[in-house]
Nanobody, 115 residues
Framework: QVQFVESGGGLVQPGGSLRLSCAAS????????MGWYRQAPGKQRELVAV???????NYADSVKGRFTISRDNAKNTVYLQMNSLKPEDTAVYYC?????????WGQGTQVTVSS
């Protein structure tokens, strides 16, 4: 079964940028939809962005215009470019299938937006 490893998080000031990477242990070529999710302390995990195999993307209203999801099937990697970061973007970010049933969740990568 394919597993996902997230990386690229860190501490950034409001207005800053980060690029997250999600490396899959196997091919993602045949995976129809991949998504980035986040979970803030005390809140439920939420879908941030999804990309389907044809390249169509969808975003949560809270990140539209600031985040960009992309996928490189040759590298079995999904990216999340995050610009104009806000304190409310602080969360652990995960990648997984774009819809259930999900694979096992990885460790995620912590993103902290603070001055």
């Amino acid at each position: 079964q394919v597993q996902f490893v997230e990386s690229g998080g860190g501490l950034v000031q409001p207005g800053g940028s980060l690029r997250l990477s999600c490396a899959a242990s196997g091919s993602i070529f045949s995976i129809y939809a991949m998504g980035w999710y986040r979970q803030a302390p005390g809140k439920q995990r939420e879908l941030v962005a999804v990309i389907i195999s044809g390249g169509t993307t969808n975003y949560a209203d809270s990140v539209k215009g600031r985040f960009t999801i992309s996928r490189d099937n040759a590298k079995n990697t999904v990216y999340l470019q995050m610009n104009s970061l806000k304190p409310e973007d602080t969360a652990v970010y995960y990648c997984n299938y774009g819809s259930p049933p999900f694979r096992s969740w990885g460790q995620g990568t912590q993103v902290t937006v603070s001055s």
